[in-house]
């Protein structure tokens, strides 16, 4: 493995105990993105299904539910610890049509032809090796089956994600960041994963633009923790921040979400690509 994927990984296994600690609120905040993917990828019982990189559980879980006794999913992802919670959460649901296996996406230890549908809900944007991942997830997909994927589009459409760097690149130097390196708005350009799909394979490749709201019942004060402890860049540039630059920004982020929040906690607007394709028959 290269030095740069295994470092990418390092920060998601940092990043694991706080996944697992917000779990219960970033179910609720992408369940409609959950939805679309159910849609867009004709979920229906009896299935057999893979989700790619699923985190601490989603869209793994409710798709469980949706294909019901008779079907059946596989559940991965490249660290132990969102492993762990993934299955415990599982455990605590009472859900057992699923099974979970720790793998990288670009490397899937799986038979070709093996699955209906292939999902991957905000990963295939932060892999070392995308080509290859998206190579490896068709290779998996029963001809005539299809991968449904979800990434950010672009960071304008999403406050939840930028309200807080922008505060910090108005305060601490902040380096134009790789729009070709991993990252959350990596494919936030219509049609540049759509492009990356067809080079993999991909037949009938279509995308959407899904707007949906985030929303959770959490307090203006939940804010800031959540965002920073889910993200592993944000809490490195806090651990080197001053305490007084800290606070600036923090009151300034404040100031600047409180109009996402209302009685029942946040409702940020929020925009998603949703991109499908299929597995060729030939
Ligand atoms: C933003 S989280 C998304 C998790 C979940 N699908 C969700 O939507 O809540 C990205 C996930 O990708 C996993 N990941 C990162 N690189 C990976 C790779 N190369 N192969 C498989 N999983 C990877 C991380 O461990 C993390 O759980």
């Known amino acids: 493995m290269s030095t740069e994927s295994e470092e990418l990984l390092n920060a998601w296994r940092q990043s694991a105990e706080y996944w697992s600690k917000h779990r219960a609120t970033v179910r609720r905040m992408f369940a409609p993105v959950t939805s679309a993917i ?3 990828a004709r979920i229906r019982r009896g299935q057999n299904i893979l989700d790619v990189a699923g985190g601490p559980g989603e869209p793994s879980l409710t798709i469980a539910e949706a294909v019901g006794p008779d079907g ?7 660290v132990s610890g969102m492993v762990e919670t993934a299955r415990n959460e599982a455990g605590r649901q009472n859900i057992t049509n699923i099974s979970f296996l720790e793998c990288r996406a670009d490397g899937l230890p799986f038979s070709d032809d093996s699955f209906d549908v292939v999902t991957c ?5 932060l892999f070392s090796d995308p080509p290859a991942s998206l190579r490896e997830m068709l ?8 991968v449904v994927l979800a990434v950010w589009h672009t960071s304008e459409m999403n406050p939840f994600l930028n309200a807080v760097t922008r505060a910090m690149a108005r305060h601490v130097e902040s380096p134009p960041s790789d729009p070709c390196a991993p990252g959350a708005f990596r494919f936030a350009e219509p049609g540049s994963l759509v492009a990356l799909f067809r080079e993999a394979g991909a ?19 939940d804010f800031w923790p959540l965002r920073v402890e889910l993200s592993d860049t944000l809490r490195d540039k806090v651990q080197r921040m001053t305490p007084a630059q800290l606070a600036v920004i923090e009151s300034e ?3 600047e979400i409180s109009q996402f929040f209302g009685e029942s906690g946040m409702s940020f607007p929020a925009s998603a690509i949703i991109v499908s394709g299929m597995k060729s028959t030939i």
Do not use: C, H, W
């Open 139 to 146: 290779r998996v997909t029963k001809p005539g089956g299809v």
């Open 203 to 221: 037949e009938n490749v279509q995308e959407r633009i899904l707007s949906f709201k985030i929303e959770a019942p959490i307090a203006p004060s």
């Open 253 to 255: 982020v404040q100031e």
């Open 121 to 125: 809900r905000f990963g295939v944007m």
């Open 72 to 78: 059946a999913v596989t559940y991965t992802d490249a």
């Open 38 to 40: 159910v849609e867009e």
